[in-house]
């Protein structure tokens, strides 16, 4: 559900262009979607490239990760709904079909991390974010196609989640267990995070896929499983009265002191938001706008530099990564917009279509298609793959099709 601009809000974006930025922005989902079907997701072969550099070559010694498959499954599921190709939908089938031949772990359920170059489980451990991807793409499969044995596998995940992964005696999700949902020494979803047991990342992806799930499932037990976690994402992560998330505690809920990221913060105020419109729940929502102007008060103050781009995030004692990466750029521009229309502040709506613009002057790849990893603003960092575990068309697919379902709202309640 989109939410329509206040009156006077919805007057001045009436005088702005909005054909043309509507038009632009469903030919880059174009442009993305198509990039992807014609380097990574192999239809005649039935195969997904594991990673493609960032002048396209495959690399055929690298595996698959649980998150670029299920994200893949995600895009091409929500691209079908958006525009219903037969290769969209293809492709849609191809990721579940390797989700469920090739990442279930069929002796201790749920599914596995990564897989080698031969496809043959690399990692069993369950991270938490990595099912919880699963269950949004399963879930938006099932909303594109009807198919009632993604929906079932995604309630299984649902269960493995509560049953294991649920901290019943202090509250939240940990952070990963073993192959065998045991202990693990190491929970780290990547290197540079802190070795925490609860982290505000994965909250917010399980958030966004029970979000989901109960969009498909529509029953009491999802309304709860969301409703509960919405509030604890309310009340641990962002602080009353806070401008920024709190990203790592202990199992205690100690916090264990580390960077701002600005990335992450605004994703979360557009994220909020959705899971409390699906819920249907007013109390919950007027929290979660509060709370979202506030985050995107707190990236708008310190997270955006002069050229209109969204920072990485900022470290202890005041060290800022000025780098721009180009999931922040996407989320910045729902996140804002979003902002936007809960305020009708103009600043709000400016910065998101600063944040489009610089998508299209700096973050896009013009040459070879797709967007960079980093931007072309950041020419000492090295962007490490245009496709692979960590780059998928879930970020930037997903911010165009928010933005066209929401500027169609507009145009059509200005009509």
Not at 233 to 255: I, K, N, Q, S
């Amino acid at each position: 559900m989109h939410r329509s601009p206040r009156a006077d809000a919805k007057a001045t974006l009436k005088g702005k262009p909005l054909g043309p930025m509507i038009r632009a922005m469903d030919a880059e989902l174009d442009s993305i979607a198509r990039w992807w079907l014609d380097h990574a997701v192999d239809l005649d072969k039935g195969e997904i490239a594991g990673e493609v550099s960032n002048d396209n070559q495959p690399n055929p010694s690298t595996g698959l990760g649980l998150v670029y498959v299920a994200r893949l499954l995600w895009f091409f599921s929500a691209a079908y709904r958006h525009r219903a190709r037969e290769d969209y939908k293809a492709a849609a089938m191809l990721c579940r079909e390797i989700l469920a031949d090739r990442f279930t772990d069929d002796e201790n359920g749920g599914l596995v991390w990564s897989l080698d170059a031969g496809r043959r489980p690399e990692s069993s451990k369950k991270q938490s974010y990595g099912q919880a991807f699963a269950i949004y793409g399963l879930s938006e499969y099932f909303l594109a196609f009807g198919d009632e044995d993604a929906l079932q596998a995604a309630s299984g995940l649902v269960d493995l989640l509560e049953q294991h992964v649920h901290d019943r005696e202090h509250g939240g999700y940990l952070e990963a267990l073993d192959a065998g949902w045991k202990p693990l020494a190491d929970v780290r979803l990547g290197a540079s995070d802190a070795n925490a047991d609860k982290t505000m990342n994965t909250h917010l992806h399980i958030l966004e896929a029970y979000t989901n799930y109960h969009r498909a499932k529509q029953s009491a037990e999802s309304s709860a499983l969301l409703a509960g976690l919405l509030e604890l994402f309310l009340d641990r992560f962002a602080l009353p009265g806070g401008d920024h998330l709190v990203c790592f505690y202990t199992r205690h809920w100690e916090e264990v002191p580390t960077a701002i990221s600005f990335g992450h913060d605004i994703e979360a105020s557009w994220l909020i938001c959705e899971a409390a419109d699906v819920l249907g729940d007013a109390r919950l929502s007027g929290r979660s706008r509060s709370c979202a102007i506030a985050l995107a008060h707190g990236v708008l103050d310190r997270g955006i530099d002069k050229l209109g781009g969204i920072l990485h995030e900022r470290g202890p004692g005041e060290r800022v990564d000025t780098s721009h990466v180009w999931w922040v750029q996407a989320e910045a521009m729902v996140g804002f917009f979003n902002t936007w229309q809960l305020t009708g502040a103009e600043s709000f709506l400016e910065t998101s279509l600063d944040c489009w613009k610089f998508i299209r002057d700096q973050q896009r790849d013009r040459e070879h298609g797709e967007w960079r990893w980093f931007s072309k603003l950041d020419s000492a960092s090295n962007s490490p793959y245009k496709a692979g575990p960590w780059k998928g068309p879930y970020h930037n697919g997903r911010a165009l099709l928010e933005m066209l379902h929401r500027l169609a709202d507009i145009q059509e309640s200005s009509a």
